[in-house]
């Protein structure tokens, strides 16, 4: 996580530097922009996200909590039984399952953990790839769809509507697609591979 950060504040340090830089006939109505876009970001986007920070440390606080408690390791001990069972269904399964899971109330990350323990105490015929990417596709379809997603409130935040609006709304559609074809794709490449 560390060098994603530090690589992305220095992509984004050399491209200012290079548009700064750059030759042009309006540099300095450039320069002048670009200052005082650098400085409402700096008093008015980041003070807004900032703003969501307890309910991001929340989020963490209460995954890390329920994925070391009893009542997660009694869950997988009573979901594992019915889950062994379901086969090729479970792959489908999967992704539903942490979106539903999601859609309630439960962070997309808390979500994927509890499932992904769930299913690594069972004895499933499925590849272990398949499922890894079909836990994965799910965790992507719960971080656009639930309205409890960090990026999600951030977005809704920052355009000044509800949460809800901006995650089943407005993105729904192109989940649906998305899950559709990245199973369609993760199935074919474990029947190949």
């Known amino acids: 996580m560390n060098a994603v950060t530090l690589s992305g504040l220095l992509i984004v340090l050399i491209w200012v530097t290079a548009l700064g830089l750059k030759p042009t006939t309006g540099q300095t ?4 922009a670009l200052k005082k876009a650098s400085l409402d970001y700096w ?10 920070a307890p309910f991001f440390v929340g989020i963490g606080t209460f995954t890390y909590g329920f994925q070391h408690s009893t009542i997660s390791s009694e869950l997988a001990h009573a979901l594992a039984p019915s889950f062994a069972h379901l086969g090729w269904l479970l792959v489908v399964l999967i992704p ?7 859609l309630i109330g439960i962070h997309p990350l808390a979500s994927v953990a509890l499932i992904g323990k769930i299913i690594m105490t069972m004895h499933i015929a499925l590849s272990p790839l398949l499922i890894a990417l079909s836990l994965n596709i799910g965790s992507v ?3 656009m769809l639930s309205p409890f997603a ?8 920052l355009l000044h509507v509800n949460s809800a609006t901006v995650s089943v709304r407005w993105n729904w559609q192109f989940c649906l697609i998305f899950l559709v074809l990245s199973l369609s794709v993760a199935t074919l490449l474990s029947l190949i591979f």
């Open 141 to 143: 379809v719960a971080y």
């Open 43 to 52: 008093q008015h986007g980041i003070a807004s996200g900032a703003a969501l």
């Open 29 to 32: 109505a450039f320069k002048f």
């Open 96 to 102: 539903i399952i942490v979106v539903l899971v999601s």
């Open 150 to 157: 960090g990026i999600v409130m951030i977005v809704a935040t």
